[in-house]
């Protein structure tokens, strides 16, 4: 079993920056992919950026290419969202994800779904 707690998110103006962390359980953290998803109201829930277990392989959404960058500490068990240059159609409630099974290539780290673990979203707000 896997918990994931999120952190960070809040009001920020547009063109801001704000520092999203993912706190996880579990003995086996460094061998988990992990990401951020997003959903905004009345939207899907979508692929924002993921980093597979070992930093080696990460991805991005288009929309958020060059503004935000994801890492990860497996020492501290936590998965970090840096997002800069912040605009308002960011604003939505984040997600972190975990996948404890083998996973990699963008098809796979952009999907998430009930196999997998999800924190309890923090929300991002962004004001122009």
């Known amino acids: 079993q896997v918990q994931l707690v999120g952190s960070g998110g809040g009001l920020v103006q547009a063109g801001g920056s704000l520092r999203l962390s993912c706190a996880a359980s579990g003995r086996t953290f460094s061998r988990y992919a992990m990401g951020w998803f997003r959903q905004a109201p009345g939207q899907e829930r979508e692929f924002v950026a993921a980093i597979s277990w070992n930093g080696g392989s990460i991805y991005y959404a288009d929309s958020v290419k060059g503004r935000f960058t994801i890492s990860r500490d497996n020492a501290k068990n936590t998965v970090y969202l840096q997002m800069n240059s912040l605009k308002p159609e960011d604003t939505a409630v984040y997600y972190c994800?975990?996948?404890?099974?083998?996973?990699?290539?963008?098809?796979?780290?952009?999907?998430?779904?009930?196999?997998?673990?999800w924190g309890q979203g923090t929300q991002v707000t962004v004001s122009s």
């Open positions: 994800n975990a996948k404890d099974y083998y996973c990699s290539g963008y098809v796979c780290l952009s999907s998430g779904g009930p196999q997998d673990y």
